[in-house]
């Protein structure tokens, strides 16, 4: 069974960083994009970032140039860098991957973490 835990979530001042981590179990990691969403107050679920299984990446607008994603394999860790935090960035950040290899869909999500940023 699959399984995502996000973790690097906090409170964190304008301007600031954090790096978020998610952990996959389950299953070989290597073979599956992951990806960031998140879910502000009163809004709907957005895409974030993703990373491919060659590591491809791709970015929502509003976070390029400020936020990174990564993977290690080795680890069976998908990383998203953030910097330059604003208080539109407060949310809960979740990961999710596919259910299978070689696609770009999200089937298996994470239980979040909350990312604060206070003005």
């Known amino acids: 069974q699959v399984q995502l835990v996000e973790s690097g979530g906090g409170l964190v001042q304008a301007g600031g960083s954090l790096r978020l981590s998610c952990a996959a179990s389950g299953r070989p990691f290597r073979s599956y994009a992951m990806g960031w969403f998140r879910r502000a107050p009163g809004k709907e679920r957005e895409f974030v970032a993703s990373i491919t299984w060659n590591r491809i990446t791709n970015y929502a607008d509003s976070v390029k140039g400020r936020f990174t994603i990564s993977r290690d394999n080795a680890r069976n860790t998908v990383y998203l860098q953030m910097n330059s935090l604003n208080p539109e960035d407060t949310a809960v950040y979740y990961c999710?991957?596919?259910?299978?290899?070689?696609?770009?869909?999200?089937?298996?999500w994470g239980q979040g973490t909350q990312v604060n940023v206070s003005s």
């Open positions: 999710a991957t596919s259910k299978l290899a070689y696609q770009l869909t999200y089937d298996y």
